[in-house]
């Protein structure tokens, strides 16, 4: 388990001491708790970003990651701005640069908001001790999660393991109402930022300076504007249908919101009041589930994050031991085609385009083509986890790996066996085949009931340049079930 960093008491040295406000997953000012509490105490606050080549080199980056990253960093320079201060950039690591610039500026204390990613938390304790030793200030808060972990705990005190009786104890507890945004703040003199240069102070780069390349428009524009345009379209439009709308990947049927949460563009306090707005304004019974049924999203979203920080070896593999020795297939030929869309499956095939494409996928397909790549294929769901962060603009280490340990069923809830049939689920969640011939549009003239049966003959196929089936579903999900009783 991660120490909490404690606040340290003030002292000031000056009528307008300077805070440094550390930002890495909280990419906002509105709603934002260390900003209010640092508010308080001075007007003087200046943000910090460092662009980390631990995490910007890690095999794991996607290139849309990063491009909606850069987004959010030039949205939130200019709202600094917008109220009188600044957001400094620098590519450094940020247990060497902090208290370096903490000490050039004579700043009163360094603060930011908590993770629980396990590279977060050796990273802050690294920066916390290193500013102590310096004799520098800090103060944390946890504030990417409606209740940090801690405070979730079943009655016997420890951290839960399947999501159902933590969503009943979450929901009961009392939730934060959004905090108040500075109206103005004041930023570093002239002279001050003279000091700056000789430690490496840069302008947002561009995705290529940093090695990325990424061409296509981002699901959701970067910046807190775009995701509080996009809660309320979202609110106005789809939360009391949400129930019925959330499944079916053809439609703009959920909230988008995704990459916003990721970085901490929108805060889960302001989606929370949204939700208790549209419930108290709710007219039916069927519009209160569907708002319920989104509530239970954002707690499946603090479920996972609560699991790794409690469990922080579920980022290295299965959480059920046994499953470490489960004999996964190395087809790299297999992996390839699921990678490429290029399996024979319309569903998984026009699934991996939209990720591919965009660097987002529908849920329902996610679970789709996480079910195809494990229980069809046969192989290691950690290749998949990896694509996905490798692809994904919205790729969060906690609920990446709890989606695809849910689906390899080697996770904390593995039953019933969840092996989805990608025919079946073609024909429940896409039955006019419009997602399909959306993503691929070489299949758009066959016959609807053929493409989500997939029963195109191999003549067809070959004459739009589609791929035969790659495996058989039938036979691999057999063959998945009798290597599943060796480790189960
Ligand atoms: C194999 C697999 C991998 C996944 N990888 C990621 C990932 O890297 N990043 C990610 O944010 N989500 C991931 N998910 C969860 C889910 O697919 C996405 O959060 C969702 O599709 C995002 O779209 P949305 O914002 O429109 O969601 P909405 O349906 O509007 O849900 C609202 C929010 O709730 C949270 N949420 C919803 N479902 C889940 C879930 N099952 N687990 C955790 N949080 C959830 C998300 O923050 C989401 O933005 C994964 C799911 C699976 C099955």
Redesign the pocket.
């Known amino acids: 388990m991660g120490e909490q960093l404690i606040l340290l008491p003030m002292s000031d040295q000056s009528d307008h001491p300077l805070i440094l406000l550390w930002h890495r997953r909280d990419l906002r000012l509105h709603d934002h708790l260390a900003l209010a509490k640092a508010r308080q105490k001075t007007a003087r606050i200046v943000g910090v970003f460092c662009l980390d080549n631990k995490i910007l080199q890690a095999k794991a980056m996607a290139p849309a990651r990063v491009a909606y990253l850069l987004g959010c960093l030039q949205s939130l320079q200019d709202h600094y701005q917008r109220l009188g201060s600044q957001l400094l950039i620098f590519h450094a690591d940020p247990v060497q640069l902090l208290p370096k610039l903490a000490n050039t500026l004579g700043a009163q204390r360094v603060v930011w908001t908590l993770d629980t990613e396990p590279y977060a938390q050796q990273r802050d304790l690294a920066v916390a001790q290193a500013l102590r030793e310096q004799g520098l200030a800090i103060a944390t808060e946890w504030d990417q999660l409606m209740h940090h972990p801690g405070e979730v705990l079943t009655q016997a005190g420890n951290p839960y393991t399947v999501y159902t009786p933590f969503w009943k104890n979450w929901r009961q507890l009392p939730k934060a109402s959004p905090v108040s945004t500075p109206k103005d703040l004041q930023g570093l003199s002239a002279a001050e930022q003279e000091k700056l240069d000789p430690l490496g102070l840069q302008a947002i780069p561009q995705l290529t300076d940093l090695g990325f390349s990424w061409d296509q428009p981002l699901p959701l524009a970067p910046g807190e504007e775009a995701a509080e345009e996009r809660l309320a379209w979202f609110v106005a439009n789809v939360l009391e249908e949400y129930q019925q709308t959330?499944n079916f990947p053809a439609l703009d049927g959920?909230?988008?919101?995704?990459a916003a949460?990721?970085f901490g563009v929108i805060s889960p306090r302001t989606l929370w009041q949204a939700t208790v707005a549209a419930w108290d304004q709710s007219r039916s019974e069927e519009a209160r589930a569907s708002i319920e049924t989104?509530q239970q999203?954002?707690a499946?979203?603090e479920f996972?994050q609560h699991c790794l920080y409690s469990f922080p070896a579920l980022a290295q593999g299965p959480y059920r031991s046994p499953f470490q020795e489960f004999p996964w297939e190395e087809n790299q030929d297999h992996f390839q085609a699921w990678c490429a869309g290029e399996t024979g499956y319309p569903i998984i095939d026009a699934a991996m385009a939209q990720l591919n494409q965009t660097g987002w996928m529908?849920?329902r397909c996610?679970?789709i083509v996480?079910s195809f790549l494990t229980k069809d294929l046969i192989l290691n769901w950690q290749w998949g986890e990896l694509y996905?962060m490798q692809t994904?603009y919205?790729?969060?280490l906690a609920?990446?790996n709890?989606?695809?340990q849910?689906?390899a069923s080697s996770g904390m809830d593995p039953k019933p066996l969840r092996i989805f049939n990608p025919y079946t689920q073609a024909q429940k969640f896409d039955p006019e085949g419009e997602y399909i011939r959306t993503w691929l549009p070489q299949l758009a003239p066959f016959d609807t009931g053929d493409l989500l049966t997939g029963k195109l003959s191999p003549i067809e196929r070959r004459a739009v340049n589609y791929p035969d089936p790659v495996v058989d579903h039938n036979q691999q999900q057999r063959e998945f079930k009798r290597r599943y009783q060796l480790v189960k």
Do not use: I, V
């Open positions: 959330r959920t909230s988008q919101l995704s949460l990721k989104w999203e954002l499946w979203r996972y529908h849920n996610r679970m996480a996905f994904l919205d790729g969060d609920a990446n709890g989606g695809w849910w689906s």
